[in-house]
């Protein structure tokens, strides 16, 4: 079992940047998929994107593709999520999401563990 904690949302202007934190607890966070997602108010939870184990390959939705990049440290337990060139779109609450396959489709429903969320406001 694995708990998350994500941290740095904020308030940021139009075109800026932020870097998102998610800790884990355990000893086997190096055997999880680590996934972003996000939910703005009235919608669905939406798929942002996913690390493998090692942190060699990464998968981005389109529509942050190019601008948003996920990392992780697997000696710190910790997985990143940098958002660049911010748009008003991008506002919402973003969460991290762990499970044990190496295989996983984008749905939020295929990841067995969740964070509380982290609050991303984009301002112009």
């Known amino acids: 079992q694995v708990q998350l904690v994500e941290s740095g949302g904020g308030l940021v202007q139009t075109g800026g940047s932020l870097r998102l934190s998610c800790a884990a607890s355990?000893?086997?966070?190096?055997?999880?998929?680590m996934g972003w997602f996000r939910q703005a108010p009235g919608k669905e939870r939406e798929f942002v994107g996913r690390?493998?184990?090692?942190?060699?390959?990464?998968y981005y939705a389109d529509s942050v593709k190019g601008r948003f990049t996920i990392s992780r440290d697997n000696a710190k337990n910790t997985v990143y999520l940098q958002m660049n060139s911010l748009k008003s779109e991008d506002t919402a609450v973003y969460y991290c999401?762990?499970?044990?396959?190496?295989?996983?489709?984008?749905?939020?429903?295929?990841?067995?563990?969740w964070g509380q969320g982290t609050q991303v406001t984009v301002s112009s």
């Open positions: 355990g000893r086997t966070f190096a055997s999880y998929t």
């Open positions: 999401a762990a499970d044990s396959r190496s295989w996983i489709s984008d749905s939020y429903s295929s990841y067995s563990y």
């Open positions: 690390i493998n184990r090692g942190g060699a390959n990464t």
